[in-house]
């Protein structure tokens, strides 16, 4: 059974840095971060799959990066630049060992953390 356990989330100023890390738990495939404002709707941040190929969403390309450390087994986002835009709660999420290779971001059946808050002030 797959368990991710989201940390690192926080307030920062605008143009400030944060790291998130995901820690995970059971056999997955590709990992990815995701992001839900209020009154809006969860979108996609970035996606990796295990031999390290990433995706971005446009809005976060150039300022985010995401990386896996397999011993660890931890997930992170790397967030500089940081805009009050990027004020939301974010979410890990993973798909299964079959998705080796997939795109998170358009993988349909994914589990999920239970997320941090990132707050960024202007």
């Known amino acids: 059974q797959v368990q991710l356990v989201e940390s690192g989330g926080g307030s920062v100023q605008s143009g400030g840095s944060l790291r998130l890390s995901c820690a995970y738990t059971?056999?997955?495939?590709?990992m990815a971060w995701f992001r839900q404002a209020p009154g809006k709707e969860r979108e996609g941040v970035a996606s990796i799959n295990r031999p390290g190929t990433t995706n971005y969403a446009n809005s976060v390309k150039g300022r985010f990066t995401i990386s896996q450390d397999n011993a660890k087994r931890t997930l992170y986002l790397q967030m500089n630049s940081l805009q009050s835009e990027d004020t939301a709660m974010y979410y890990c999420?993973?798909?299964?060992?079959?998705?080796?290779?997939?795109?998170?971001?358009?993988?349909?059946?994914?589990?999920w953390g239970q997320g941090t808050q990132v707050t960024v002030s202007s």
């Open positions: 999420a993973a798909g299964g060992y079959r998705s080796y290779y997939s795109n998170c971001l358009l993988l349909r059946d994914k589990s």
């Open positions: 059971g056999s997955i495939g590709c």
